[in-house]
């Protein structure tokens, strides 16, 4: 199967978990289905610079951010740090977190969902 760029959803969500204004969700793939019931996102996001996603906890389900590229500003479970591209970040259920582009250029991540 081949998804083309045409054939899945761009999603633009304005504030985020009350983040700062907007996120570019493109869905790889963006149904239980399509994970074979173990997940609910994995997709491509863009923050543009000083935009965020808001805190927000995780429950029953896990997240990971892949940092393709940019640089940005990871609250894990309350403490701070910047990640940047490579970085790899993991929130277990029951844990929150956020990140907001505090560089010069867009940040992009590869998001993933799965369920506990």
Same mark, same amino acid.
């Given at each position: ?13 304005? !504030? ?8 570019? *969700? ?6 239980? =289905? =399509?994970?074979?019931g ?6 491509? *996001?863009?923050?543009?610079?000083? !935009?965020? *996603?808001?805190? !927000?906890? !995780? ?7 892949? *940092? ?36 010069? =250029?867009?940040?992009?991540i ?7």
């Amino acid at each position: 199967m081949i998804k083309r760029r045409t054939e899945r959803p761009l999603e633009k969500a304005e !504030h985020r978990f009350d983040g700062e204004g907007y996120v570019t *969700i493109d869905g790889l793939l963006n149904s239980s =289905e =399509e994970m074979h019931g173990k997940g609910r996102l994995f997709a491509h *996001i863009t923050l543009l610079p000083g !935009h965020s *996603i808001g805190y !927000h906890v !995780h429950t029953g389900e896990s997240e990971t951010y892949y *940092i393709y590229s940019g640089k940005g500003e990871f609250n894990d479970n309350g403490t701070s740090t910047s990640v940047s591209s490579g970085d790899v970040t993991f929130t277990p259920p029951g844990h929150g977190h956020s990140i907001k582009n505090i560089g010069d =250029e867009p940040l992009e991540i590869i998001a993933l969902i799965l369920f506990q």
